[in-house]
């Protein structure tokens, strides 16, 4: 897995969007970028992930830069529930292990 | 639908005395498992992993094992419990489809672990 680099901490006002970001400035060619959280006291849950394009689901858009080696996951609207420690990963697919972080601890604030 | 099940929630446990956690898939069938801990406001650290009934990894030199004796059910155990043991132990599982995982990881709801 390539190392990546996360702030320990954000804040994020309530309706506004998250903008958390990544650096795996390691990264190789064929490793993906994933993104979960952890809302205290339960198991990390998956949100997105992507090689080099850009990505978007339900729950939130995964932006990778052009040389991949940062990336920023975007919460479009962040409410009180989105509170949790995210963590960025940057492994093989397939890989048979993830080695999370410390994560970020984002909190959102009403 | 996949999921995963985790019990027990919480656990106290005398110092010397066993473990035995359990953790099940339905739904997905040669799965790859896991098992990792987290200790109090720390990040998780992987302990196992297995690819097949029988066969286990082990990442970090420790007082714990595991096992697979069927294609969906990891055990994590103990002989002799450490106060160190303590945290939050989360089983997982993932899926090979060949090209990318495509959901990655999915993450049972954790034992909580205290060793006293």
């Known amino acids: 897995d390539a190392k990546t680099t996360q702030p320990p901490s954000m804040d994020c006002a309530e309706g506004r969007a998250a903008n958390l970001p990544c650096n795996h400035s390691?990264?190789?060619?064929?490793?993906?970028v994933y993104w979960y959280r952890q809302i205290h006291s339960q198991g990390p849950q998956y949100i997105i992930h992507?090689?080099?394009n850009n990505e978007t689901n339900e729950m939130a858009s995964l932006i990778i830069t052009e040389d991949r080696k940062s990336s920023t996951l975007i919460l479009p609207h962040a409410t009180l529930r989105d509170t949790a420690v995210y963590y960025c990963i940057a492994t093989l697919s397939g890989t048979y292990k993830y080695i999370f972080g410390t994560g970020t601890r984002l909190k959102v604030l009403a | 639908s996949q999921t995963i099940h985790q019990w027990p929630a919480t656990l106290v446990q005398p110092v010397g005395s066993p473990l035995s956690l359990e953790c099940t898939v339905e739904?997905?069938?040669?799965?790859?498992l896991y098992w990792y801990r987290q200790a109090a406001g720390r990040g998780l650290q992987l302990l196992f992993y297995s690819v097949g009934i029988g066969q286990i990894s082990s990442e970090v030199p420790q007082n714990l094992s595991a096992s697979r004796p069927q294609d969906r059910q990891f055990i994590l155990s103990s002989k002799k419990l450490l106060l160190s043991d303590s945290g939050f132990y989360l089983c997982?599982?993932?899926?090979?489809?060949?090209?990318?995982?495509?959901?990655?990881?999915?993450f049972g709801s954790g034992t909580r672990l205290t060793v006293v």
């Open positions: 739904g997905t069938s040669n799965p790859n």
């Open positions: 992507g090689l080099k």
């Open positions: 390691t990264i190789s060619g064929n490793e993906y």
């Open positions: 997982a599982w993932s899926v090979w489809t060949g090209r990318s995982t495509n959901y990655g990881y999915t």
